[in-house]
Every structure is written in structure tokens, then in C-alpha cells.
């Protein structure tokens, strides 16, 4: 007898894990990480606190937080083995997230046998430096080493430019970091929880979870949100631009939300902490431009689209900012990435707490009775 259970595409309402590390309530637009509020922590704390938080469920001390500083400063630098294959990669041009993905790969090479929360911790440290040095070589640039003297944050501008970049920018990308740190049980988390289930080892499910962020159903295209902004050009021309598009029924990128039905909380944060870039060292006038198209689009939305309630979205915000740090729009999903992967790991500590493998079922719908002739 063939019994079938309930079939829901896409495992759509199904809980598949139990968390302390976050929670998205898209009805009221909030979004909980272990307990504080997104905007109560994202532009206050250091990416180095943020992940001492998604990892042990509270913030350090100052004694906790200097040594754990340290300990991913040092871990900064990659094998040269790593770094002899992003250079082979960067050769064949392949994109960021590609380059990403293989030298994820790598990250135990040259590390004696550690711990899982040693290897965590070289994972995070060393995921900016993959994606600074493998941009580098991309120009025909000699990567640029780790700067132990400067924050996680700083320090991966630092890599990317070469140049110390002022308070302002790296509290913009501070504040981004943290902002996307983590999001409940979204398609790269469940990937890296299904794979460290299986008792696999961590590098594999943080490459695994990059494969399954660089699909555009879910890390999301960030870059064509600021394009428009930039093929509008002027506040006068914003209307008849948006209503034109809307005419034609094409999406206005960067807003709306799957999960979110009122306001994005990421989009609040990461417009704040843009606003407050763009004021200190940016350029305003760009700015200034985006807002209107911002508004504009909501109010547009809102007549042509009455009830559905679409609001600015994380992907607007983020071009936004990531275009003010001077990010150009290929890494703006490996900077996800680096901001995403102590999220990651930190949902792998809590499954192999758990140490249950995940193993849905499936719906055989095919044939049966065939005979071989």
C-alpha cells in the first residue's frame, strides 16, 4: 500500500528547525537577531561583536571581544594555495561568486587540526580576504595583505582599495555586515544546516550555502535597483520614468517584499546608516535623487497596486550603500556573503547541537509496473 503526505512546494510553511539565532515577523516588518532588534544593534555594534553574538547568544566583554579580535586578525591570511587558485581563476574571468565558492573551499588549507569553533572562526576571517584578493587579481592587481591593526570591516575596504578608508564609510559597511548577518531559515542557511547534519565539516556547508546564495531567487540582484535610479538622472524626469514602467507592467526593483508585508527592517537600517554616509563623506546630490525615487515609487505603487502595501525593500537600500562604500555592483553578493557567513555558521553550531539529520520526504508521482523487454 503507497501511502503520500502533504506536498507543499518549495517546503512552503514548514518548520524545519528550531532557532535562537533569529526571527523574521514580515507582518509587523520586524526582524529579532538573538534577541535584540535589528535596529536596537546592526549600526552600533562591530562585526566582530555582531558574531561573538550569533555565536554565543550574548555580547562579549571587553576582555572577550579584544581576544576574539585578535584571533580573526590573525587568520586573516590565505594559503598560498588558495591564493595560487584564485589567481588560475581570475584568468578565466570567472564571476566573484564563482571565485568565491571555489576558494570557500579551501579555507581549512594551512591550518593544523582545530576545532570547530577555530575553524569558524577562520572561515569568517578569511571569506573577506578571498573575495578582496580574487577582485585584485580579476584588475591584474597584486592582492593586498590583511592589516591586523584594523577591524573586519576596515580592513576588508582596506584590502579591496588599498587605501584606509574614513569612519564614516566603514560605519557604513559595518552597518551593512550586521544588517544581513542573519534572516531566519532562508535557502543558504537550510543549505548549510542540511549539509553539517549530515556530520560534514564546516568549510563544506559554508560553500554549499554560497552555492545556494549566488542563485538570484535568493541572494536577490541589489545592482538594477540603483540603475534605475541612475538611468531616471533627475528629480523632474523620476514620474514619468516610474509611471512608464508601470504602464508597461514591468517590476520597480527594490521594492516589495516575499516575506515582508509592511516595511523591510533592513531597508530602515541600511537607509539610515546611507543617509548618514552619504552626509559625512558622499555624494548627496545622488542621494538626494534616490530618495525622491524612493518616495515616488512608493506613492506609484500604492495607486497602481491598492492594498498590496509595497515598501522599499533591502535590495534599493543596499545598492544604495554599497554604491556610496564604492563597491562595484559584481560584489555586491560576495559582500552579502561575507556578511551573511558568521549567520551561517552560527545556525551549524545549533544543528549539530541538535545532531539530527535532516531528511525530508518525498512524493513518488511516476510510473510503476514497467516490465523490462
Not at 535596529?39 to 561583536?49: D, G, Q, R, Y
Not at 544588517?179 to 535557502?187: E, G, K, Q, R, Y
Not at 555558521?345 to 547541537?353: D, I, P, T
Request: aromatic content about 8%; some cysteine; glycine content about 10%.
Amino acid at each position: 500500500m503507497t501511502t503520500t503526505s502533504e506536498y507543499r512546494p518549495g517546503l512552503e510553511g514548514v518548520v524545519a528547525a528550531e532557532t535562537r539565532m533569529s526571527r523574521v515577523n514580515g507582518h509587523i516588518g520586524e526582524l529579532i537577531i538573538r534577541g535584540y532588534e535589528l535596529e536596537e544593534i546592526a549600526a552600533k555594534a562591530t562585526v566582530e561583536e555582531m558574531a561573538y553574538l550569533l555565536w554565543h547568544d550574548r555580547l562579549p566583554d571587553a576582555d572577550e571581544l579584544a581576544q576574539f579580535s585578535y584571533r580573526l586578525a590573525k587568520k586573516r591570511p590565505l594559503s598560498p594555495t588558495t591564493l595560487s587558485l584564485l589567481k588560475s581563476v581570475a584568468k578565466e574571468k570567472a564571476p566573484v561568486m564563482d571565485a568565491l565558492r571555489i576558494g570557500a573551499g579551501t579555507l581549512s588549507l594551512g591550518l593544523d587540526a582545530v576545532g570547530s569553533r577555530e575553524l569558524a572562526e577562520a572561515i569568517v576571517a578569511r571569506f573577506p580576504t578571498i573575495v578582496a584578493a580574487y577582485w585584485r587579481f580579476l584588475y591584474g592587481q597584486q592582492p593586498i595583505e590583511p592589516d591586523s591593526e584594523l577591524g573586519h570591516a576596515a580592513n576588508y575596504l582596506y584590502m579591496l582599495t588599498g587605501k584606509r578608508q574614513s569612519l564614516a564609510l566603514v560605519r557604513g559597511m559595518e552597518t551593512y555586515l550586521n544588517t544581513v548577518s542573519d534572516h531566519s531559515l532562508n535557502a543558504s542557511t537550510f543549505t548549510a544546516r542540511v549539509i553539517v547534519s549530515t556530520g560534514s565539516d564546516l568549510v563544506s556547508a559554508v560553500t554549499g550555502a554560497v552555492g545556494a546564495l549566488k542563485g538570484p531567487l535568493h541572494g536577490g540582484a541589489p545592482g538594477p535597483a540603483l540603475d534605475m535610479v541612475f538611468e531616471i538622472g533627475s528629480a523632474e524626469n523620476t514620474e514619468p520614468y516610474l509611471r512608464e514602467k508601470l504602464d508597461n507592467g514591468e517590476r520597480l526593483m527594490g521594492f516589495g517584499h516575499r516575506v515582508y508585508k509592511v516595511r523591510d527592517p533592513r531597508a530602515v537600517v541600511l537607509g539610515e546608516a546611507a543617509r548618514k554616509m552619504y552626509a559625512a563623506d558622499g555624494d548627496m546630490a545622488l542621494y538626494e535623487l534616490a530618495k525622491e525615487v524612493e518616495k515616488t515609487a512608493v506613492s506609484l505603487l500604492a495607486e497602481y497596486k491598492p492594498g498590496r502595501n509595497l515598501q522599499t525593500n533591502v535590495e534599493f537600500s543596499t545598492a544604495l550603500l554599497l554604491h556610496g562604500l564604492g563597491l562595484d555592483t559584481a560584489l555586491f553578493s560576495p559582500t552579502f556573503a561575507v556578511g551573511r557567513v558568521a549567520g551561517w555558521l552560527g545556525h551549524c553550531f545549533e544543528q549539530m547541537e541538535n545532531g539530527r539529520l535532516i531528511r525530508p520526504k518525498s512524493n513518488y508521482v511516476g510510473e510503476t509496473g514497467r516490465v523490462w523487454q
